[in-house]
């Protein structure tokens, strides 16, 4: 059961350097998200996405893109990499039509130095 | 408004003793989905229970339980002779049916101590 995969697990980026933290599901699920936690802290919602095509801005969107070409990606990608983006990354997913659970990938630690 | 409260942010306990966790949510749809997420030391985020809110039998389901009572609107978290293992910071969350997103409490740490 692959369930909610992200990828890298862990990278440690440049300042002003891009990368896309990876997300797909296999459980198609309409509904994913991507949340941000900062050390210590709770949950920020950055962006989230209803289905394919269909994108909306969360919490605390700034410096970040998303795309949602299919049902099973949904890419995050940080632009212009600043330390204030250090943080743990999580991808979630969303049975909508049965419980409406949400399921959380293991995360993606980054460090921005 | 959506919201959740988790009003306690650490708690330490000894092993054996039991626990209760609070949350307190606030919401104008009638129709909504409470759940409890744990996150151990490991860092992953792991779903241990949803409920909605016709539904207000408590569930137990080992070492825990979950009461929820709307007239308080209050969602508490007890673990039972509670373990090392139980050690996590646990979230508390909120979704009304027709909204597209997710509300979480700031989180509780629980550690255990041996």
Redesign the interface.
């Known amino acids: 059961n692959a369930g909610v995969t992200q990828t890298p697990k862990f990278r440690i980026l440049k300042i002003g350097q891009s990368m896309t933290l990876q997300c797909a599901q296999d459980m198609n699920h309409n509904?994913m998200?991507w949340y941000r936690q900062d050390p210590g802290?709770?949950?920020k919602?950055i962006y989230?996405s209803?289905g394919a095509g269909i994108t909306?801005k969360?919490e605390v969107p700034n410096g970040y893109n998303v795309s949602r070409s299919t049902t099973e990606d949904f890419p995050l990608r940080l632009e212009l990499a600043a330390p204030s983006q250090t943080s743990?990354y999580?991808c979630?997913s969303?049975d909508r039509v049965s419980?409406?659970?949400?399921?959380?990938g293991?995360?993606s630690?980054l460090t921005v130095v | 408004a959506q919201k959740v409260t988790q009003a306690q942010t650490e708690i330490s306990v000894v092993e054996k003793e039991d626990v209760t966790l609070d949350c307190v949510y606030e919401t104008r749809d009638t129709t909504y989905?409470l759940?409890w997420?744990k996150q151990p030391p490991s860092?992953?985020?792991v779903?241990l229970i949803?409920r909605?809110s016709f539904d207000e039998q408590n569930e137990i389901s080992g070492r825990y339980s979950w009461n929820f009572q709307k007239s308080t609107s209050s969602f508490n978290f007890t673990i039972t002779a509670s373990q090392v293992v139980d050690s996590a910071v646990y979230?508390c969350?909120l979704?009304p049916?027709t909204g597209?997103?997710?509300y979480?409490?700031?989180?509780t740490s629980l550690t255990v101590i041996p």
């Open positions: 509904y998200y802290m709770g949950l919602l989230y209803v909306d969360g743990v999580f979630a969303r419980g409406n659970t949400i399921y959380f293991e995360g630690w | 989905y759940f997420y860092g992953e985020l779903f949803r909605n979230f969350a979704t049916n597209n997103q997710f979480f409490g700031t989180g």
